[in-house]
């Protein structure tokens, strides 16, 4: 059973930085790239980075390139989403998603398993 595990998400005021922290099970990590997608209020959630599963390559969206970045670490079974420069728009719910057995991290048809979700809430 694969589980992903968010955490790491909080109120924050507009320029300040966060860092989101997902714990996966050891497949998901292993055998697929990993992403993270958020979902604000009234809209539809969205792929905003992934990171494929040797790490070479990197997906971001527009709206966050130049202000998130995006890593895994094998030795903890963990992916990271550094958040910096934030606005009030990227307030909204971020959730942790792995597409096992699939590098396709830029493709959101590839993500099959969630996390909880975690909220993110910038103040202006």
């Known amino acids: 059973q694969v589980k992903l595990v968010e955490s790491g998400g909080g109120l924050v005021q507009a320029g300040g930085s966060l860092r989101l922290s997902c714990v996966t099970s050891?497949?998901?990590?292993?055998?697929?790239?990993l992403g993270w997608f958020r979902q604000a209020p009234g809209k539809e959630r969205e792929l905003i980075s992934g990171?494929?599963?040797?790490?070479?390559?990197?997906y971001y969206t527009t709206s966050v390139l130049g202000r998130f970045t995006i890593s895994r670490y094998n030795a903890n079974n963990t992916v990271y989403l550094q958040m910096n420069s934030l606005k009030p728009e990227d307030t909204a719910v971020y959730y942790c998603?792995?597409?096992?057995?699939?590098?396709?991290?830029?493709?959101?048809?590839?993500?099959?398993?969630w996390g909880q979700g975690t909220q993110v809430t910038v103040s202006s």
């Open positions: 050891e497949h998901a990590f292993v055998h697929g790239a």
């Open positions: 990171i494929s599963r040797s790490e070479v390559g990197t």
């Open positions: 998603a792995a597409a096992p057995y699939s590098d396709s991290y830029s493709n959101t048809n590839e993500y099959k398993i």
